[in-house]
């Protein structure tokens, strides 16, 4: 499989982590909004084990990472300016 694909799908799914967790965490909490994100991104690893039995995995494996791993960086970083 091409990396840039999976590099592409994570981008753009940080993106629109980077708009949506910042305002879940400022109105439900940031600690509501990090563990979910942490969980995403741990999902979207472990889903690229079955990569060989669907092309397609690889979409929604970087989809996940890109939208846990920004969540919950832009969360974390408003929680310790918070702090």
């Known amino acids: 499989m091409n990396p840039g694909l999976y590099f592409t799908y994570f981008g753009v799914a940080g993106v629109i982590a980077n708009l949506t967790a910042g305002y ?3 109105h439900l ?3 509501r909004v990090v563990w979910p ?3 995403l991104m741990s999902v ?3 889903v690229l084990r079955f990569l060989p ?3 397609l995995i690889i979409i929604i494996s970087s989809s996940l990472a890109g939208l846990g791993f920004a969540g919950g960086l832009i969360t974390l ?3 310790i300016a918070e702090g």
């Open 29 to 31: 909490g940031r600690s």
């Open 44 to 46: 979207g690893t472990a």
């Open 37 to 39: 994100a942490l969980i």
């Open 77 to 79: 970083m408003a929680w």
């Open 53 to 55: 039995v669907s092309p």
């Open 24 to 26: 879940l965490s400022d």
